[in-house]
């Protein structure tokens, strides 16, 4: 008798692989740049790479995976928080 895998739902799927949902503590734990990390994201050459780069170490920070995403898939609050 063989075995059967069980397939994730799409609620876990996302929870597993889609670009990270922050709430206001997990912004300050995950968007929170370092000294060196800043120096990283400034090194960049225009405000959108600059932005690019900070979510891409908040994203690694919460999941250890990189993501290819649109602009309209980023949430206004860790665009706001990184404002800040």
């Not at 876990?12 to 922050?22: M, R, V």
């Not at 290819?68 to 404002?83: C, K």
Request: some cysteine.
């Amino acid at each position: 008798m063989g075995v059967r895998l069980a397939i994730l739902s799409e609620e876990e799927k996302f929870a597993l692989y889609g670009i990270p949902d922050f709430d206001e503590l997990q912004q300050h734990e995950y968007l929170a740049l370092t000294k060196d990390e800043q120096k990283l994201v400034f090194s960049r050459s225009n405000l959108s790479s600059q932005f690019y780069c900070a979510l891409q170490i908040g994203y690694f920070k919460a999941k250890q995976m990189f993501f290819h995403f649109d602009w309209n898939e980023i949430s206004q609050e860790d665009i706001d928080f990184l404002m800040k």
